[in-house]
Structures are given as C-alpha cells and as structure tokens.
C-alpha cells in the first residue's frame, strides 16, 4: 500500500505569510496527487488536483507542484479564510485512495 | 453539478451493523465517468478512505477495512450505499460519500458528512 506523509503537522502563520506544505509518497505516484482543503465541520473541499492543477473556482494564490514523491502545496499570501486543514490524498492505485495525515495552518 | 446526500442512522451500538446510503442528484450514478465512494473521519482525525464502486458494481475496499466492508450500488435509486460490520467505538466517525472522477482520479464531489456514534 502507498503511504503518505505531510509535514509540517501544523503550522501558525500571519495573514499575507507565504505558507508551504509538503507531501511524501512511500512509492512514486507520477502526478495523481489532489490536495484538499478542511474547515471544521465542513466536508473537504478540492483545490489542486493532478498535482498542479487548480481547481475550478480556487483562488490562484494556492498552487501545486512536484511529481514521483515528492510534491508541494504552496499558499502565496495567507488570507483570513485560509485558516483550516489540508490535506493531500494520491491516486496512483485508483480507485484505490490514501491520505496524508493533514496540515492544520493557524493563526500567528 | 452533482450532489451527494448521506442518510442513515446516527447511532448504532457495537457490534451491529452500520448502514448508510448516499443519494446522488443533478447527474447518474450509471455514468462510465465516475466512481462512487465512502470516506470517514473520527473525531478529531484525518481522512481515511473506506472505499469505492463503480456502477457496473466492481468494489475496491481499503485492505484495513475489507473484512469487515460491504458497498454496493442502487442504480435504479441513483444510490449507492455502505455496510460496515461489527463495529465498535473505534467506528464512530463522520462518514461521507463523495465522487471520483475516472480521469481526474480526484474527489471533486462530497456529501456534508454525517456523524455515527457507536455506543450502546
């Protein structure tokens, strides 16, 4: 099975910060990687899919980046709204899905 | 767009079954697009995939849960649903069902989730 692993588990951060948060894949996954992001009590919410696709309706400070193991969440400018969990999930044995343990980014 | 709905008990006592059935609208089920699947998260926890279906009923199951897993598929309901045997305390999560598409192989669509609590 393909494991994932995020770091930093949590991260506090300033509004306007740039904030990056990595994910390892235990084998190489190409570029099925999707990145999600979680705001208490609500469902998952897509931002990044294909490892460096945005999703429709995202706003264009988050980006992805990285192919094999290795790959990056990237938030340009830290806004209120982005305080929340986030989340990487590969797809290289789709349907097969694997998360990463979640990033929680605070407030500074 | 599509839209997924959960719907089930929210409590169920241990080692009952749990049982859940996710309702999908403004689209088909039966679409060659998309596979249908069931995600929880414990209190507190992060995301743990529990599994999938496609509509011709091929299932795939998360090997920490496959014993214990059953999902299948309504396509005359635009249903698909999910059986979780003998559970205990460690169950209790919010579950949700989301879409997956085949190309994107991402989960672009979730229900809201719904909270089951295991507990006599």
């Known amino acids: 099975d393909i494991q994932m692993t995020q770091s930093p588990s949590s991260v506090s951060a300033s509004v306007g910060d740039r904030v990056t948060i990595t994910c390892r894949a235990s084998?190489?996954?190409?570029?099925?990687l999707a990145w999600y992001q979680q705001k208490p009590g609500k469902a998952p919410k897509l931002l990044i899919y294909?490892?460096?696709s945005l999703q429709s309706g995202v706003p264009s400070r988050f980006s992805g980046s990285g192919s094999g193991t290795d790959f990056t969440l990237t938030i340009s400018s830290l806004q209120p709204e982005d305080f929340a969990t986030y989340y990487c999930?590969?797809?290289?044995?789709?349907?097969?899905?694997?998360f990463g343990g979640g990033t929680k980014v605070e407030i500074k | 767009q599509l839209q997924l709905q959960e719907s089930g008990p929210g409590l169920v006592k241990p080692s009952e079954t749990l049982s859940l059935t996710c309702t999908v609208s403004?689209?088909?089920?039966?679409?060659?697009?998309?596979?249908w699947g069931w995600i929880r998260q414990p209190p507190g926890k992060g995301l743990e995939w529990i599994g999938s279906?496609?509509?011709?009923?091929?299932?795939y199951y998360n090997p920490s849960l496959k014993s214990r897993v059953t999902i299948s598929v309504d396509t005359s309901k635009n249903q698909f649903s999910l059986k979780l045997s003998s559970v205990t305390a460690a169950d209790t999560a919010v579950y949700y069902c989301a879409s997956s598409g085949y190309s994107r192989r991402d989960l672009d669509y979730w229900g809201q989730g719904t909270l089951v609590t295991v507990s006599s």
């Open positions: 403004g689209g088909s089920i039966s679409s060659s697009s998309y596979y």
């Open positions: 999930q590969q797809a290289n044995s789709f349907p097969r899905l694997t």
């Open positions: 084998q190489g996954i190409s570029s099925w």
């Open positions: 294909a490892a460096s």
């Open positions: 279906i496609y509509y011709s009923g091929s299932t």
